[in-house]
């Protein structure tokens, strides 16, 4: 016989939202509730309502409804006991622990005050980055960035262990920056030597970093705040395009980026694609190339990210390299090289880098009766008045000119 209190502690203490979701139901925040489909009768306009107070469900459609064992005994089809097994067996990961509270809740609860405080340390990590060369050496050196821009784009920090020397004597202030997780329990810099990245939330507030730790000795080279991994890199993507381009990495992103591919958003590793993105391509986004490392995780893991990609109605492009990685791609290879392999994904690809269309726009420039083409500094060619909107065409003209002449 299973014990009344142990029945009393899962009802509380299992967290109903995460064990809906846990059986691939999504649920979306609606007030101090959350919303989604009923698995019990067909749903198509959200009729089940989850209050994570009373920790209790129900569905406004089919009237099912209870706590969180009812929930399991109606969607395994398993009885009571069963489901109390059931959970328990779950408990590890339905549980919230004390210390990592809510995880759902983490980073969008960040009160005003935390925000405020994350957005002065990401600015002065900016800071030290233009002061301190070694963030930018790496960047540019290592890998091969090659535009300021870009780096001030991508809103570029590095983290020298100077900030404890421009804090206010306060220690409100060190509490709330040891919560955030820029500080550790000894009170040093988490992210020390790394150069790091702000990553923001759909709506566009800063909500997480990723650091890349620069040393060569390091262990961990790879950090985030604590708490689940969210945040997006380069959100301004979704404007400028219906494609998207994906890399398993941020500075993979920054590399494409700075090639001219400015659609590009970065995911974090082969599992590493958010809610936070789905929700920001949701209705934006119509196709998406994946640029993951050439190797067996990255093929597998680019195969998922397309899934559920398709699940949102995003058709997906693999992009295979001839490479490790595409920022070791763009060492060795140009953009005109990465547009063929765009090419070879699909082969109705439009993608450019806006790197080469400059280029060659620079040689154009529309006129009141036709148009100018430049090439070099001295020869100038006035043309028919053809309105040129592809730059192949434009190519093609430069050629026959220049043969003609
Ligand atoms: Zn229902």
């Not at 109606?74 to 328990?88: G, H, M, R």
């Not at 060659?360 to 040129?388: N, P």
Request: glycine share 8%; hydrophobic share 35%.
């Amino acid at each position: 016989m299973i014990e009344k209190e142990k029945i009393e502690a899962i009802k509380k203490d299992v967290d109903l939202v995460a064990l809906i979701e846990s059986r691939g139901i999504p649920l979306k925040k609606n007030g101090k509730s959350y919303k989604g489909l009923c698995p019990f009768h067909e749903d198509t306009n959200p009729s089940l309502s989850i209050n994570p107070t009373t920790n209790l469900w129900q569905c406004f459609g089919c009237k099912a409804g209870g706590d969180v064992i009812r929930f399991v005994e109606l969607f395994d089809k398993i009885d009571f006991p069963q489901a109390v097994s059931q959970l328990i067996a779950d408990s590890s990961k339905l549980i919230a622990k004390p210390k990592t509270t809510d995880h759902k809740q983490r980073t969008t609860d960040f009160s005003v005050k935390d925000r405020k405080l994350l957005n002065k340390v990401m600015s002065y990590y900016q800071h030290t980055f233009n002061e301190d060369g070694r963030g930018l050496r790496y960047l540019k050196q290592e890998r091969g960035i090659t535009d300021n821009q870009s780096l001030k784009d991508f809103a570029v920090g590095y983290v020298n262990g100077t900030l404890l020397e421009i804090l206010p004597d306060d220690p409100e202030v060190i509490k709330a920056l040891k919560k955030i997780g820029i500080l550790n329990q000894k009170g040093h810099e988490v992210f020390y030597n790394c150069v790091v990245f702000p990553l923001h939330s759909p709506q566009g507030s800063i909500v997480n970093l990723y650091g890349r730790n620069i040393g060569e000795d390091n262990e961990v080279s790879h950090l985030y705040l604590p708490g689940p991994r969210t945040g997006i890199v380069n959100r301004q993507a979704v404007k400028r395009s219906q494609t998207i381009i994906l890399t398993e990495s941020i500075i993979d992103a920054l590399s494409l980026y700075d090639q001219g591919f400015k659609n590009v958003i970065p995911v974090y590793g082969v599992n590493g694609l958010l809610d936070d993105h789905i929700s920001l391509f949701n209705r934006r986004i119509k196709e998406a190339y994946l640029v993951f490392d050439a190797d067996e995780a990255g093929r597998k893991g680019a195969e998922g990210v397309a899934l559920r990609l398709k699940e949102k109605e995003i058709s997906s492009y693999i992009v295979s390299l001839p490479v490790k990685d595409v920022n070791v791609f763009f060492k060795r290879h140009t953009p005109e090289e990465f547009e063929a392999l765009l090419k070879e994904a699909n082969p109705e690809s439009f993608e450019q880098s806006e790197k080469i269309r400059k280029r060659v726009q620079s040689l154009y420039k529309e006129t009141e009766h036709g148009f100018i083409v430049g090439y070099g500094e001295r020869q100038y060619v006035k043309g028919s008045g053809l309105l040129l909107t592809h730059v192949v065409a434009l190519k093609i003209n430069l050629e026959c000119l220049f043969v003609n002449q």
